[in-house]
């Protein structure tokens, strides 16, 4: 069973801090998805990773597939940043973490 | 491209009635998910099809729940007979293949009274 855990839960930071979300999961894996859900509930894919990193402007994701663990940096943080960001790392099934909520403030 | 269409937006409906959810995926996609969320249990994936075919159908959670996929341009989640437990928000998703990127749909917000 594919258990998946995010840390941390709500974080809160100023504008232009630099921000990690660290999601851990529990088996083998073939690919890990990072989603962004806005406060309007739209979800947009932001990463889609099988090893190493990938970057998509202020956004870089990592993934240790030895560890079975993944981080989503964002640098220079925005209040837009502002959201719902869940891991969803996929074995033999997929699972979805419980998301971090992050809140950026001006 | 107008991104992945789901109708209804919104659905009312009373305990025992039919429901069926609409998916238009990105033309091109060959690949289409169907999610539910719920403040419960997050985001689950309850069927994935491939070319049109169900490929995994294991989150489905019981037998009132099913899905087609007549067309490479169209697929339906039907609910027959829906419970107040049904009501969450169900995402529809498609991609150019399994592990590439999703390109998920505004959802359907399914109420059950």
């Known amino acids: 069973k594919n258990e998946v855990e995010q840390s941390p839960q709500n974080l809160t930071a100023q504008e232009g801090e630099f921000i990690t979300i660290n999601c851990s999961y529990s088996?083998?894996?073939?690919?890990l998805h990072w989603l962004q859900q806005h406060p309007g509930g739209g979800i947009v894919s932001l990463f889609m990773l099988s090893s190493g990193k990938k970057k998509h402007g202020r956004l870089i994701a990592t993934i240790n597939i030895q560890e079975k663990h993944s981080s989503l940096h964002i640098t220079a943080s925005h209040p837009r940043d502002s959201a719902v960001y869940i891991c969803a790392p996929r074995g033999d099934d997929m699972r979805f973490g419980a998301g971090t909520r992050l809140t950026v403030k001006p | 491209d107008a991104g992945v269409i789901q109708s209804p937006r919104h659905e009312v409906t009373e305990m025992g009635q039919e429901v069926t959810l609409r998916c238009k995926p990105i033309s091109g996609h060959n690949s289409l998910f169907w999610y539910r969320q719920t403040m419960m249990r997050g985001l689950e994936l309850l069927i994935y099809?491939?070319?049109?075919?169900?490929?995994?159908d294991s989150g489905m959670p019981e037998d009132r729940f099913s899905a087609k996929m007549p067309n490479a341009s169209f697929s339906t989640l039907k609910i027959q007979p829906s419970e107040p437990r049904d009501s969450a928000v169900y995402f529809c998703?498609?991609?150019?293949?399994?592990?590439?990127?999703?390109?998920f749909g505004p959802g359907t917000r399914l109420t059950v009274l």
């Open positions: 088996v083998g894996i073939s690919a």
């Open positions: 998703a498609s991609s150019t293949d399994r592990p590439d990127t999703q390109y």
């Open positions: 099809f491939n070319n049109n075919v169900p490929i995994d």
